[in-house]
């Protein structure tokens, strides 16, 4: 498999942050009330994962260790308040809906962790291409999360009614969240252990 195409299905699979690695669950649980929801929610942290991922490649070999993690948050904190302001400005009702979750990006252990663990390590190109990657595996969870929480908790899919009926309440409250995550992960562990 072409090396490229390797790094990016590394993070949708093999280290998918939700399923796998377990990354970032305030905002995959507080999130994922509807598919809507999860897929902007995912698509903002890859905003942030990719351009904070190529910013750190380039800074890292000039950073002295006893500063690389401030230095680090600094820089996700720049590109989560020029995503902040991008929102704003241009989609401010995914903004409003999205609410606190948007700043909480720059402490994501997602984010933070592929800068230490990836960033620092490897040029700007393959850092990019890892922010896709990881940013696609997240997207993808809290969009298939979010899909499940909302056709069991209202019988509607992307905001469209697809089945008659209320649903049942508990899986758009925190209960729902933490079952329909755990069954989850069961399942694409289990389709895709040998992947890994």
């Known amino acids: 498999m072409n090396k490229n195409l390797a790094t990016i299905t ?26 809507i929801n999860g897929l902007e929610m995912g698509l903002a942290t890859m905003f942030v ?51 606190l979750f948007i700043p909480l990006i720059v402490v994501n252990c997602i984010v933070l962790g592929r800068a230490e663990a990836f960033a620092s390590k490897n040029g700007p190109w393959a850092s990019a291409l890892d922010g896709v990657g990881i940013g696609l595996g997240f997207t993808l969870a809290l969009t298939v999360i979010g899909l499940v929480r909302e056709i069991l908790g209202s019988g509607s899919a992307f905001g469209f009614k697809i089945i008659p009926g209320d649903g049942i309440l508990a899986f758009v409250m925190a209960p729902g969240a933490f079952m329909v995550l755990g069954y989850l992960m069961v399942v694409f562990n289990k389709l895709f252990k040998k992947e890994q």
């Open 49 to 99: 994962l990719i351009l904070s991922n190529i910013v750190i490649s380039l800074l890292a070999p000039a950073v002295p260790d006893k500063v690389h993690i401030p230095v680090y948050i600094v820089v996700i904190a720049t590109f989560v308040t020029l995503l902040q302001l991008l929102m704003q400005a241009f989609v401010p009702d995914v903004y409003k809906t999205l609410g």
């Open 10 to 35: 590394k993070g949708i699979i093999k280290n998918n942050p939700v399923f796998v690695l377990v990354l970032g669950m305030c905002p995959t649980l507080a999130t994922t009330t509807s598919a």
